[in-house]
């Protein structure tokens, strides 16, 4: 049985609690950070078989190889690179004054934020939790984590082991339904990061607002994989198809859809069934493929689909299988889809990918300028003149070139959205910055000549001035 869901009532004593524990120690060392990284990693580590079977058993079917490979591998990787250099963000940044104020000096002191709110979406609730806890953790903050009621088997897990491994000044993670997220995202936390909808992301800086709490968006929309001209077309098509497929294409940066040349739709078609077939070989037979998190979310994207077709789409099924008792859907090629399709107007968000073709690619770059940025942009091109064209002339949270997802894995590279998909951004040191107040301090030298410029403003100021103002 389910543990009861957080009230609303308590959320802000919680939130009492985290800020009274950050004030009797506002400025934590390294050591002492470096432990509660160090208790986040066993929590994983040491609970490693019953995180990935929860997961499982929320979605219905959730294969432990992508939980391991997707959430917890970068999950642990995110934790170790903050553990190997998170002494050295903290580190003031020292700096020279403006030659007019020498010999003062400046600095910047990384000061912690306070209370850190993380809102986690249902894909992937372990690094999409863990993940900003890392950076938060770092940074020296508390933090109260709110877990989607879409995942409620691993949210409960969440939350007991957060109790076990943490004071409960240090981490809180909350439950419950949507009215549970709207009371939590209206506390005034010192800064609030949310993942999700761009929908939801509105409500969300909305309730912010009313604080001046800081948010940070990571948000979605429709993210384009292009295929160039000079694109290695059968490598191109092997990793959009394994980008779309991974948790039955659950992810806010998988490719939404693919903008190719007009003469080879039929060959991306013919090409990516081979590839999914020797990805998931015996689909029907438990193939470690995974299944649409709900009833809601499964019926939502047959309607999408088949509301294209009956606008002259044509549905290119990649297995022969639609397993709707396990919401398995496998992942569906969509050709001759009208522009005004609803799968062409909102994320997808699972395995159905429209195949839209162009002459030229300019054509495919203007295209995408007239519609909402994303949070993602994939190109597959080998020639480096055709890859700075799409780097200048397109707009996107992240690029990847010659793959797709992995911009997302690297530390020292921010995860972030621009416009409709987001706003901020963390991961690694980004994330650290984030997470922090980066004080500026001015350190006034005992022998300075700023007297200088004091009143009364006679002839020496007005020279002064001058100078000033001249240089």
């Not at 799968?343 to 839209?356: D, N, T």
Request: with cysteine.
């Amino acid at each position: 049985m389910l543990p009861t869901d957080t009230p609303a009532s308590a959320l802000s004593s919680m939130l009492t609690r985290q800020r009274d524990a950050h004030h009797r120690k506002p400025f934590p060392d390294w050591p002492s950070r470096a432990d509660r990284l160090k208790a986040l990693r066993a929590l994983l580590t040491e609970n490693e078989t019953t995180i990935c079977d929860t997961i499982n058993a929320d979605f219905g079917c959730r294969p432990t190889e992508e939980v391991r490979l997707l959430e917890l591998f970068p999950a642990l990787s995110s934790i170790d690179h903050a553990l190997r250099h998170g002494r050295r963000w903290m580190r003031p940044r020292r700096r020279f004054a403006d030659v007019w104020f020498m010999p003062a000096r400046t600095e910047l002191i990384a000061q912690p934020l306070g209370v850190i709110g993380i809102i986690v979406p249902w894909n992937y609730p372990l690094y999409l939790a863990i993940g900003p806890l890392t950076d938060a953790l770092a940074a020296g903050n508390h933090a109260m984590v709110k877990m989607s009621e879409y995942t409620p088997h691993f949210s409960a897990l969440l939350a007991k082991l957060v109790a076990r491994y943490f004071p409960a000044g240090e981490v809180r993670v909350v439950t419950g339904d949507a009215s549970i997220a709207q009371a939590f995202s209206a506390l005034p936390f010192d800064h609030l990061l949310f993942t999700g909808s761009t929908t939801v992301g509105r409500q969300v800086m909305r309730a912010a607002a009313d604080n001046l709490t800081p948010v940070t968006l990571e948000l979605g929309g429709k993210s384009p994989a292009i295929i160039g001209p000079g694109a290695r077309f059968a490598h191109a098509v092997e990793r959009i198809v394994y980008g779309k497929s991974v948790n039955a294409g659950q992810t806010c940066i998988a490719p939404d859809y693919v903008l190719l040349p007009r003469a080879r739709v039929e060959e991306f078609i013919h090409t990516a069934r081979r590839v999914f077939t020797r990805m998931f070989p015996n689909f029907a037979d438990h193939a470690p493929y995974a299944s649409i998190i709900n009833e809601r979310q499964y019926r939502r994207l047959l309607d999408l689909r088949d509301r294209s077709v009956a606008q002259g789409a044509i549905a290119h099924a990649l297995a022969d299988v639609q397993d709707d008792a396990r919401r398995r859907l496998p992942l569906t090629l969509l050709t001759d889809v009208v522009d005004d399709a609803a799968v062409m107007r909102e994320e997808i968000f699972g395995p159905l990918l429209p195949l839209v073709p162009y002459d030229s690619l300019d054509a495919a770059l203007e295209y995408i300028a007239m519609r909402p940025h994303p949070l993602a942009l994939y190109l597959f091109e080998t020639d480096r003149t055709a890859q700075r064209k799409v780097l200048r002339y397109s707009q996107a949270g992240g690029v990847t070139i010659n793959d797709t997802l992995y911009h997302v894995a690297q530390h020292r590279l921010p995860f972030g959205g621009v416009g409709a998909s987001g706003m901020g951004a963390y991961h690694g040191e980004v994330g650290f910055r984030t997470f922090s107040k980066m004080k500026p301090v001015f350190r006034q030298s005992r022998l300075n000549g700023i007297a200088l410029l004091n009143p009364p403003y006679g002839k020496r100021f007005q020279r002064m001035l001058k100078l000033l103002i001249r240089h």
